[in-house]
C-alpha cells in the first residue's frame, strides 16, 4: 500500500478538523494523562491484503479506546465483539480489554466512523462528515475487502456515502443485507451495554451477523 494511502487513513494526533472534539480531547489529556486521548486508528492484521471483512463502529467509547487506543477495547461493547469474533474464527489469542493482551485479528479489520471520542459518545452531523475522508480511505486500503460490518445506523450511513452510496438505497434494519460497490454489507444494531441491557441486541442476534458472514466468506483461507 502507498504511503500516501496509509497516512490518509488515520487522522494526525492533533487533528483539529472538529474543534468541538479537539477541545474535548484536549480536557481528556488533563483530565487522564496516562490515556490514549487521540485519534484511534485502525485495528488490522499483517498483511493488509488478509482483509476481507470490515467492522465499522460508531466512535471510541471515553473508557474504552479512548483510554487504551484499541477499537472496541476496555469497554462492554468490546466483550461481544471480540468474543463473537473468535467464535467466528476472525480472530486468534485471548480478548483481556488491553491493547497488549496479544488477540490478533484474523481475515478482518475495526474501524469507527467518527475517530476521536465525542461528548457523551454522540458526534455531530459535521464530525461525522468531517471524518468520513478517513473512512473512505480505510475503505480503498483493503484491496480484497468483500464484506462490512455496520454497527449502528450513523456507522451504517457513513459507510454508504462512503462507499458512494445513498442511504436511502440501502435502510439500515438490524440483520439486513445489501450489496454496494462490489461488496456485501451486513447490518446490526451496535453492540453496546445500553442495547444488550435494553434487549434491543441478544448475543444470539449479533452472532447470527457474524454466522451470515461467515458463510458468505467462505472457510478461512
Not at 497516512?7 to 484536549?26: G, H, N, S, V, Y
Not at 466483550?79 to 469474533?85: A, G, I, K
Request: glycine fraction near 8%.
Amino acid at each position: 500500500m502507498p504511503a500516501g494511502l496509509a497516512m490518509a487513513c488515520e487522522p494526525d494526533r492533533d487533528c483539529a478538523i472538529c474543534p468541538r472534539l479537539a477541545d474535548f480531547r484536549t480536557r481528556q489529556r488533563l483530565a487522564e494523562p496516562q490515556w490514549h486521548n487521540a485519534p484511534v486508528a485502525s485495528f488490522s492484521p499483517e498483511p493488509d491484503s488478509d482483509v476481507r471483512l470490515l467492522i465499522v463502529g460508531l466512535a471510541p467509547g471515553l473508557r474504552g479506546a479512548n483510554r487504551t487506543g484499541r477499537p472496541f477495547t476496555g469497554d462492554f461493547a468490546g466483550d461481544l465483539l471480540y468474543r463473537t469474533l473468535g467464535n467466528y474464527g476472525f480472530s486468534s489469542g485471548i480478548y483481556r480489554a488491553d491493547p497488549n493482551d496479544g488477540l490478533a485479528l484474523r481475515e478482518c479489520a475495526i474501524t469507527n466512523a467518527v475517530r476521536c471520542v465525542p461528548p457523551q459518545n454522540k458526534p455531530l452531523p459535521a464530525e461525522i462528515a468531517n471524518c468520513r475522508a478517513f473512512l473512505s480511505a480505510t475503505l480503498q486500503r483493503f484491496r480484497h475487502l468483500r464484506a462490512i460490518v455496520t454497527l449502528g445506523r450513523i456507522a451504517h450511513e457513513s459507510t454508504l456515502r462512503a462507499l458512494g452510496a445513498r442511504p436511502a438505497a440501502a435502510p439500515f434494519s438490524h440483520g439486513g443485507q445489501h450489496e454496494i460497490a462490489d461488496k456485501r454489507i451486513f447490518a446490526s444494531y451496535h453492540c453496546s451495554r445500553y442495547n444488550t441491557n435494553t434487549g434491543r441486541l441478544t448475543a444470539a442476534m449479533f452472532e447470527r451477523i457474524f454466522a451470515d458472514v461467515r458463510e458468505y466468506l467462505g472457510d478461512r483461507h
